[in-house]
């Protein structure tokens, strides 16, 4: 490797947003794909340090991917939330890859994946759905686990009913099927695009907005805020505005009456806090067959980050749980 691209590789090591929640030295690897397109590297015969990274467009949406375990292993595909990154999910796939081969997605418009133009708005959220079960299809041969969180977890949600053979069982975190009507989507459309023109204007100040909602209250006052919103303002606010205009809960299409036709074990977590999830996880349940409802005490809209010991300890259980009927 020249002198300049290993001064590169070793800041990136240094200072990357995929280094979230653990540092890129103790794992003795990191890829950057500036300088590699699909790389593997293994330093030990423990599977963690076992990493794939990945650049992907598929059906014109892009794609970043990075899996952390042995290909062998049951496949957890994680779905992050607006503003986020697969990065995100880190955290929690350190403490599984012994036993899963965790899948961490970059959506579109968010860390690595960038837009090159601007997509089209109508179905595009259908489009990168159908990109996600490409995904799996090309280097899945059994079906997944899936875990999505907020944005994630619609897209994880409308994957799951769109492409049921795919996936063995599936946790939705904070997330719901979409808004019912036309017009509370048309509604939700403008919202979203004076939202996005406020990322564009003022990315950090919108950040700061953000985060004064109500369903971020138990997280402001964790001690991992300001690491969290540190890492938001790592991403491209022209990318993120693009990303809302096109994946935003008004352009998505409702998934409530496709609940009634489910057949994977589904559970959705919410947080004890966040109240109007609660209620939309409530509702949910009562239409879709094989679904529970578990709510975590004391968090809001971000439980998996509030408390990642309990969130640990209900997927385990919950994907190690033998079902004793089918759906």
């Not at 300049?4 to 103790?26: D, E, H, P, R, Y």
């Amino acid at each position: 490797m020249p002198k300049s691209q290993f001064t590169k590789f070793f800041m990136i090591c240094q200072c990357s947003s995929f280094c979230k929640g653990v540092s890129a030295l103790n794992y003795g690897f990191y890829i950057d794909l500036a300088l590699f397109k699909t790389t593997t590297v293994k330093k030990s015969d423990n599977p963690c340090n076992l990493i794939h990274a990945m650049q992907k467009t598929l059906q014109e949406v892009p794609l970043h991917i990075v899996t952390i375990g042995e290909r062998t292993l049951p496949r957890i595909l994680f779905l992050h939330g607006f503003l986020g990154s697969g990065g995100d999910w880190l955290p929690v796939a350190r403490e599984l890859c012994n036993d899963f081969c965790c899948v961490m997605v970059d959506l579109p418009g968010h860390g690595k994946a960038g837009f090159r133009e601007a997509p089209p708005s109508d179905g595009f959220f259908e489009q990168t759905v159908d990109a996600l079960a490409e995904l799996l299809r090309l280097s899945a041969s059994s079906p997944s686990y899936l875990v999505g969180y907020s944005m994630g977890g619609r897209l994880a949600l409308a994957l799951l009913l769109r492409h049921p053979e795919l996936f063995t069982k599936a946790i939705i975190v904070s997330a719901s099927p979409g808004l019912r009507t036309n017009k509370e989507q048309s509604d939700r459309q403008v919202h979203d695009d004076r939202i996005a023109r406020k990322i564009e204007r003022n990315f950090e100040g919108f950040i700061e907005a953000w985060y004064d909602q109500p369903l971020f209250a138990t997280l402001k006052h964790h001690p991992i805020f300001k690491e969290v919103e540190s890492e938001r303002k790592i991403n491209d606010p022209r990318n993120l505005a693009l990303a809302l205009r096109v994946l935003g809960t008004g352009r998505q299409r409702s998934q409530w009456e496709a609940l009634q036709h489910n057949r994977v074990p589904i559970r959705f977590f919410v947080g004890e806090k966040d109240e109007r999830y609660v209620e939309i996880g409530h509702q949910m349940v009562k239409l879709c067959p094989g679904s529970d409802l578990e709510i975590f005490p004391h968090c809001g809209h971000t439980l998996q980050l509030e408390n990642k010991e309990l969130f640990l300890d209900r997927l385990r259980f919950f994907f190690n749980q033998q079902e004793e009927k089918q759906l």
